[in-house]
């Protein structure tokens, strides 16, 4: 794998909001924390891959580097790796953690050390160490026209198992509007009126979605 600048798509959410989302241009390059000082973040660390590449932590340091966000991260020779352990002053707990997703499969190995491909979606999420959390996927399943019934879905992005009693929420006129999903995981949604509408899936001691900006067709 030549170590060229590629395009994927990083997202950061903290624990209430979301710090970074949009797509950006990274390669393995050297990474300098606090309390880490500078290493090398090409996946080649270790062994681990015979050539350097892309990976989560150096998609991360780009995108503060463009979201104008801070981060800081330990590094352990043993696992030729940082642990990332504060994002925009959220800090590990030990029961609270940064856990990483690539294209929604959790990553078991370290961001310095899994290499991505061109247009992955990378999600780092600050959440609860244990159980593994649960990362929600929302999808608009029918086309969106106000004052008729709009068909959305949530599901686990890992497993895609659908989701209930996930809130799906999204604004009108300045006010939130929600409505719960069934054992299905659908949800359906009336929006009032046409235009563009910002669409997004919660649930207790789950990951937040993605945001979806919905079209809606006027009556």
């Known amino acids: 794998m030549q170590n060229r600048p590629q395009n994927v798509f990083i997202r950061v959410e903290g624990s209430t909001d979301t710090i970074f989302n ?4 990274s390669q393995g390059h050297k990474v300098t924390t606090k309390s880490g000082q500078t290493h090398n973040c090409d996946g080649t660390n270790c062994g681990r891959n015979p050539e350097p590449g892309n990976t989560p932590t150096a998609s991360l340091d780009t995108a503060a580097s463009k979201g104008k966000f801070t981060f800081d991260g330990k590094w352990y020779d043993s696992l030729g790796d940082f642990y990332i352990n504060e994002i925009k ?3 590990a707990t030990g029961k609270d953690a940064w856990h990483i997703f690539v294209n929604g499969q959790y990553l078991l190995v370290g961001g310095g050390q899994y290499q991505t491909k061109a247009n992955d979606h990378i999600l ?3 959440a609860k160490s244990q159980p593994k959390p649960l990362s929600l996927k929302l999808d608009v399943l029918s086309d969106a026209r106000a004052e008729h019934e709009t068909l959305f879905s949530v599901r686990n992005w890992e497993t895609q198992d659908p989701v209930d009693s996930a809130t ?3 604004v009108a006129d300045g006010v939130t509007r ?3 999903t069934d054992k299905y995981g659908l949800a359906r949604v009336k929006f009032e009126k046409g235009g563009k509408s910002t669409v997004r899936a919660e649930k207790a001691e789950c990951i937040r979605s993605d945001t979806l900006t919905v079209n809606v067709a006027g009556k």
């Open 22 to 25: 949009g797509q950006v241009q």
């Open 89 to 91: 002053g959220e800090i």
């Open 124 to 126: 780092w999420a600050y």
């Open 168 to 170: 799906v929420a999204w």
């Open 178 to 180: 929600k409505v719960t």
